[in-house]
């Protein structure tokens, strides 16, 4: 033995000195932890323990973190600065010809920190998304025919002020291939595969088209049908030749439907309010169908079809891969300064999953210091039969004009179901019974006449003050073809609408009124989207209630103006507004996406109230320039697409301004405001 092996030995044999205190500052506690287990190993060695946290926080993207160690009396003060995630202030490519930067950058997980970024909730680094950035530029060549595509990186450098990192990624294009022989076998009849020889090998799209015959033979019942692939690469060529030989199996039926994934919803009341049951014949594309109305409804997040052979030939299960809606409540609430009534708070809450039975829950509750006003509703779809609705609802409203305010406490049924598979025409009714109270609103000293005149036209009949029953019955047919109810970007609606409503004492009468309204959706050249919407409603009865003067105003008719403030007035005074039996409006967008979140649009509105004793477009309101009886208002807004509700922010300008209205108004609102 040498001295050398004697000197190890000894070291070896010896007690190891105690390991030092530890004081941790900015450290997160499970780290912490981490370090006091493992530093007893370390021999008391700071720089090993500096480097090993070192590897800890660049592992997870946090670039920027600062790690100071100090001895103080035998003990180590360890103090963390600016751990954070870093954000991405640059992302660069280096050899790409074929696709743009700006093409390359969605494909990422690791954005550029930008608005859209973080509104997707991107733009910081994180290392564990490497493999993925890589895939997804790959994709990206791969849907153009470049299969060989190379990439490497990405390599990270930190800016010298420590203000983020910067990532750099590497690629190397190589050949464009496209699709050489393609061969064909068991492909349903009359149909043509989507895709041919000459065209870009592009991957995506290729397996789309094999996806497509595949769902074809599935609509008609053939679930079980299947593919199979062979393929050549002729480099020389830079061809790719490829045979596809389709099996379209035994016709098939369903013997069970199973429902997978799902916390939140009971997977049996799934299956009763799917419009496929066992003993049919599988439909690949109804079932796709019926996952999207389960997502429209808000019950999941997605979903996905799988068949699986049964016990029996010709027999399958269809499984429904599900996923819980990310939220099960959406509280809600704004607060508002209104003239005349001070503060409000509007606060609302709803679920479209109550008890895990897909049962539909709305509230809203309106407090001021002079109205404490609600609306409660439940309704369950799939009452009866899958594409059917039954609800309840209780509410005490308060609807106030410039002259008559008119109070409402009841409750209302209401039941509607669709009149075709496709779910375009559909039929809804409501059977409504209020106690409401209308009374005239008093007015300042000057008004004698105008009060008078509003006692004799509109409370002669129903005594201001008096309460009155009202029994009202309407029904809707309705036809549909949008892609969307809230953010519909192509497809048209129509509703025609009919209610009956009839007044207890002191004045027992009728009340008939009508409705009509289309809206239409484009997809214009530019990523332009157009929305338009025409509407008219008004009463069949001589003497219609008071409370079912008709006004506009606000953001779901008049945008810029202020809500229930035109109409035909009394006296020609802008200020003593009564309303008329009639309304008329017209609305168009014009808006482009900015990307998937942000959508900026500009907007015009038309609309007016109208008296019998006027007609249609003759000027009620005097006291503005309106335009064929219309008051007009233009402005703008960004339609903002959250994941849990898509909100409207929107400025109006009156272009048909009157000495009351204001110079501009802004307003939000839910979906597209058309």
């Not at 859209?116 to 153009?144: F, I, K, V």
């Not at 393929?231 to 596809?244: D, I, T």
């Not at 039969?385 to 609800?391: F, T």
């Not at 509003?454 to 009949?461: I, P, T």
């Amino acid at each position: 033995m040498n001295l050398s092996s004697l000197l190890l030995g000894l070291l070896l044999a010896a007690d190891p000195a105690p390991p030092k205190p530890l004081v941790f500052h900015g450290v997160e506690p499970g780290l912490q932890s981490q370090l006091r287990a493992h530093w007893r190993f370390l021999g008391n060695h700071v720089e090993s323990l500096e480097a090993a946290m070192k590897r800890v926080y660049f592992g997870t993207g946090k670039y920027l973190a600062k790690v100071e160690i100090e001895d103080i009396d035998g003990t180590l003060h360890i103090t963390v600065r600016n751990a954070r995630v870093a954000r991405i202030r640059r992302v660069s490519f280096v050899g790409n010809k074929v696709l743009s930067d700006a093409e390359l950058m969605p494909r990422l997980v690791n954005r550029e920190d930008a608005f859209s970024a973080r509104m997707a909730g991107l733009g910081r680094y994180l290392p564990q998304a490497r493999g993925e950035d890589r895939t997804g530029l790959r994709s990206a060549y791969h849907d153009q025919g470049y299969i060989f595509v190379e990439i490497t990186g990405p390599r990270v450098t930190v800016d010298p002020d420590l203000g983020g990192v910067r990532l750099e990624f590497t690629l190397k294009e190589g050949p464009r291939y496209q699709l050489g022989d393609l061969k064909l076998s068991g492909m349903p009849e009359g149909f043509r595969f989507p895709y041919e020889s000459g065209e870009p090998f592009a991957v995506s799209r290729i397996r789309g088209a094999v996806q497509a015959t595949l769902d074809r033979y599935r609509a008609q019942g053939y679930a079980l049908a299947k593919v199979n692939e062979a393929s050549q690469v002729h480099h020389e060529r830079r061809q790719v030749s490829l045979e596809l030989n389709f099996d379209k199996g035994p016709l098939c039926t369903i013997a069970d439907i199973r429902v997978e994934g799902l916390q939140r919803l009971d997977p049996d009341r799934v299956r009763q309010l799917l419009r496929v049951r066992p003993g049919q014949f599988y439909d690949h594309q109804l079932l796709k169908e019926e996952i999207g109305r389960l997502r429209g409804l808000g019950l999941i997040l997605d979903g996905a079809v799988e068949a699986q052979a049964g016990e029996k030939p010709g027999e399958v299960i269809a499984v429904l891969h599900l996923a819980d809606a990310m939220q099960r409540w959406f509280p809600a609430f704004s607060m508002t300064y209104l003239p005349g009534e001070g503060t409000v708070l509007l606060l609302q809450l709803s679920s479209p999953n109550l008890a895990q039975r897909a049962l539909r829950f709305y509230s809203s509750l309106w407090l001021s210091g002079q109205r404490q006003l609600f609306d409660l509703s439940l309704s369950q779809p799939g009452y009866f039969h899958p594409l059917d609705s039954a609800g309840i609802e209780i509410h005490n409203r308060d609807r106030q004009m410039a002259l008559i305010r008119t109070q409402t406490q009841g409750l209302s049924l209401s039941y509607g179901m669709s009149l075709d598979a496709r779910r375009r025409w559909r039929i809804s009714s409501r059977f409504l019974l209020d106690r409401v109270v209308s009374t005239a609103q008093s007015l300042p000293s000057g008004f004698e006449a105008a009060s008078d005149a509003l006692q004799a036209r509109f409370f002669k009949d129903y005594p201001s003050g008096q309460a009155n029953g009202r029994i009202k019955l309407s029904l809707n047919l309705s036809y549909d073809t949008r892609d969307s109810g809230l953010l519909a970007t192509r497809g048209t609606s129509v509703s025609l609408g009919l209610g009956y409503g009839y007044s207890a004492p002191p004045n027992w009468a009728g009340n008939l009124e009508t409705s009509a309204q289309w809206k239409g959706y484009l997809r214009l050249p530019g990523q332009l989207r157009f929305r338009s919407r025409i509407g008219a409603r008004w009463n069949l009865t001589d003497a219609p209630h008071p409370s079912d003067l008709m006004v506009v105003g606000g953001m779901t008719t008049l945008r810029g103006f202020l809500t229930n403030r035109i109409g035909p007035v009394l006296q020609d005074d802008p200020r003593l507004v009564v309303g008329g039996d009639r309304v008329a409006q017209g609305s168009v967008e014009l808006g482009r996406p900015l990307n998937s979140v942000l959508e900026p649009f500009i907007f015009a509105d038309a609309a007016n109230a109208f008296s019998r004793e006027n007609g249609w477009f003759h000027e009620p309101n005097t006291v503005r320039p309106l335009v064929g009886g219309m008051a007009l208002s233009t402005g703008f807004g960004i339609l903002v697409r959250l994941p849990v509700l898509p909100l409207r922010f929107e400025w109006g300008w009156p272009l048909t301004r009157g000495e009351t209205d204001p110079e501009w108004l802004f307003s939000l609102g839910v979906g597209t405001g058309v």
